[in-house]
């Protein structure tokens, strides 16, 4: 079945510092990913649409420059946090989509864990 | 406009017991349904899913869900629950071309022994 990958699963960093999540497809081509966001005991919330070789689309109220996000292929988007700070803390789930006949679906990765300190 | 309702934030059952989450959509087009799963501190795992066809959809762990288009809902069932069933539980909706996919809030369950 369709399986995305999100690595690192735990990151912690200084206040400051720039942090790279990255989201693969692993045996799918996904010309569409998805970037959210959860909060403690929260649902998930949209941060951002990723697709391969164009600008991602960003919902209202996130800072398109301080979470940049770049699809340069069908199997890889990134989401960075820059200067992170400790209001960044949080939990983000990359999705990708699969279009392909029976595997249609949104398949999520792991989760990473923020830690800004 | 759409969305997706979960109207129980939280619900505990024993083990054993029968359950059902409820889920509300509204959505102007062919709704594609989903549920998934999240344990603490992981990423979400896909319980089931509709697109068409049979109403009643069968999906992994023991669990079901029926798409009732007259009420809008598509709740989802187990006829026996297990505490390893302790998680929260998502309710979405998507669509096939667009770009566009909703949760709703989400019910935690909490299994009594």
């Known amino acids: 079945g369709a399986v995305v990958s999100q690595h690192p699963s735990r990151v912690i960093c200084k206040s400051g510092t720039s942090v790279k999540i990255e989201c693969r497809s692993l045996d799918f081509q996904a010309t569409t990913m998805f970037w959210y966001r959860q909060f403690p005991k929260k649902s998930l919330m949209l941060m951002a649409t990723?697709?391969?070789?164009?600008?991602?689309?960003?919902e209202q109220g996130v800072e398109k420059d301080k979470f940049l996000i770049n699809h340069a292929s069908l199997t890889l988007s990134t989401l960075t946090v820059t200067s992170a700070h400790p209001e960044d803390s949080s939990f983000y789930i990359c999705s990708a989509r699969n279009s392909q006949g029976s595997n249609y679906g949104y398949t999520f990765g792991s989760g990473t864990r923020l830690t800004v300190v | 406009a759409q969305s997706v309702t979960q109207p129980d934030i939280h619900i505990t059952v024993s083990e054993g017991a029968s359950l059902e989450l409820r889920c509300n959509y509204s959505?102007?087009?062919?709704?594609?349904l989903f549920w998934y799963v999240q344990s603490p501190g992981q990423g979400l795992q896909l319980l089931l899913k509709?697109?068409?066809?049979?109403?009643l959809v069968q999906g992994i762990k023991g669990f079901e869900a029926e798409f009732k288009r007259s009420q809008s809902s598509f709740n989802l069932r187990k006829p026996s629950v297990h505490w390893s069933d302790a998680a929260e539980y998502f309710c979405a909706v998507g669509t096939l071309t667009g770009n566009q996919f909703y949760f709703g809030t989400g019910t935690s369950l909490t299994v009594i022994p």
């Open positions: 509709y697109f068409s066809g049979d109403t």
């Open positions: 959505y102007g087009a062919t709704p594609y």
């Open positions: 990723s697709n391969e070789g164009s600008k991602a689309t960003y």
